[in-house]
């Protein structure tokens, strides 16, 4: 399978448009990520072949023409009985010091559940 590349074509403080291939653009919410490391979430689609995304990190060092990759995938966290307690980032990174999370992950942007799995009474939720 071919990685999906795109390069960056504008930088507005934290909003970037990157070109991708026409037909090849990510889906909205995919995690995409810089040569450097930076990563992005894709917001929106603006014309054929190019995306709109919002930086997760600061933009500072990226400059027009930066490769960006396309993970396939949008922003996965930790999530379990591991997880209380400690402090992750936005992207699900452990950021405590204590290290890493042993714990399933799951997308940030799912379905909500059934209305029937949902609890009708007010309980304190724990965090």
């Known amino acids: 399978m071919l990685e999906n590349e795109g390069k960056i074509i504008k930088i507005?403080?934290?909003v970037l448009d990157i070109r991708f291939e026409a037909?090849?653009?990510?889906?909205a919410k995919n995690l995409?990520?810089?040569?450097?490391g930076a990563h992005m979430e894709v917001s929106s689609h603006v014309a054929?072949?190019?995306v709109r995304?919002?930086?997760?990190?600061a933009t500072e060092g990226l400059c027009c023409?930066?490769?960006v990759k396309d993970t396939g995938k949008g922003i996965t966290v930790p999530v379990g009985e591991k997880v209380l307690g400690r402090v992750v980032d936005v992207l699900g990174r452990p950021i405590d010091g204590f290290g890493e999370i042993n714990a399933p992950e799951w997308e940030i942007h799912r379905d909500p559940p059934e209305f029937r799995n949902l609890t009708p009474v007010?309980?304190?939720?724990e965090t």
Do not use: D, H, K, M
């Not at 037909?23 to 889906?27: D, I, L, Q």
């Not at 995409?32 to 450097?36: E, F, K, N, Y």
């Not at 995304?53 to 990190?57: H, P, Q, R, S, Y």
């Not at 007010?122 to 939720?125: K, L, Q, R």
């Open 12 to 14: 507005s403080g934290p």
């Open 23 to 27: 037909g090849n653009e990510p889906p």
């Open 32 to 36: 995409l990520v810089t040569q450097g």
């Open 48 to 50: 054929p072949g190019i």
């Open 53 to 57: 995304c919002i930086a997760l990190e």
């Open 65 to 67: 023409g930066t490769t």
């Open 122 to 125: 007010t309980e304190f939720f």
